[in-house]
């Protein structure tokens, strides 16, 4: 790895809370050599643990809550010295959350794997609440990284929230949006003091899947459904910053085999374990 160049992934698996998901085959093909990986819903069950094998990096991963529950796994190269911290989020309801920390160029950089629950949108607000609270007490460079699932992305990111409000007042249809509670310029808002928070590019959105005329689309065209995001402390500087849906161009034909076959299904078509996120690729400056 570079010396002062931390490289990371973030990537929803969608396990599902289930102990019996094998991962998609094609996994171990699109992890980037050198690169930290920061898995979200997943489970540490065997399948995910032969990845880790495989590629002789370091693990960390979040205690196993509850029953039906998602962990958050860390992978790092071993020259990052991959180290659990045994932090916990003292408000209920909490987001699963795991805290490692790397040695980047002799410097230590927090690292931060989180995914919100899916509950309402209040209810999503306040394990915001309890995240802020954990990172603000931490002391040194943070990287957090996760699913926030925060929805649509309305108006200019690098607007403040007064300026962007109205937007998130409505849906289309004019009624009351359950955005209004919890979005991506309240968490901009939210960690303010402490991070940076930017809109990734590369793709309109990092989650959904839709089959149009025999075509995998990821996500509603131009809608910006961004829930996978990164947040870093404002002693680093960032790089780059991406989706790639390319696990999900490469294999198309599975994907569409899925969503035919579980056409009418309700909720998520994609059978788990077949990852139904693109991955949020970023590199940044220690």
């Known amino acids: 790895m570079e010396n002062d160049i931390l490289k990371i992934m ?8 289930s102990d019996d998901v094998k991962p998609a085959s094609f996994i ?10 920061v898995f979200t819903e997943v489970r540490a069950n065997e399948g995910l643990q032969e990845i880790g094998n495989e590629l002789d990096y370091d ?69 915001l609440q309890a995240l802020n609270e954990y990172i603000e007490n931490i002391n040194g460079a943070v990287v957090c990284m996760g699913d926030f699932n925060s929805g649509q992305i309305r108006g200019d990111e690098k607007a403040s929230y007064n300026e962007v409000k109205s937007l998130y007042e409505y849906t289309k ?28 590019k590369g793709e309109d959105n990092s989650w959904g899947l839709l089959e149009r005329n025999g075509k995998i689309l990821p996500g509603y065209p131009g809608a910006r459904v961004k829930n996978d995001l990164l947040l870093y402390s404002k002693d680093l500087n960032l790089v780059s910053s991406f989706y790639s849906w390319k696990h999900v161009r490469d294999n198309e034909q599975i994907y569409l085999n899925m969503l035919f076959k579980n056409s009418k299904r309700q909720g998520n078509k994609i059978e788990h374990g077949y990852p139904d996120h693109a991955r949020l690729i970023a590199e940044l400056e220690v």
């Open 10 to 17: 973030e990537w929803n698996l969608n396990f599902a809370s």
């Open 173 to 200: 249809e004019k009624k009351l949006s359950d955005l209004r509670f919890y979005n991506f310029h309240i968490i901009k808002e939210i960690f303010m003091e402490k991070a940076h928070l930017i809109e990734p």
């Open 59 to 127: 693990s960390i991963l979040s205690d196993d809550t509850e029953e039906s529950s998602n962990q958050i796994v860390i992978m790092a190269p071993k020259a990052y010295n991959l180290q659990k911290v045994q932090g916990a989020l003292g408000k209920s309801p909490a987001p699963d959350f795991l805290h490692g920390i790397i040695t980047v160029d002799k410097k230590k950089v927090n690292i931060i794997g989180t995914r919100i629950r899916v509950l309402d949108y209040k209810e999503r607000f306040k394990q």
């Open 28 to 37: 171990r093909d699109y992890l980037i050599e050198d690169y930290i990986n």
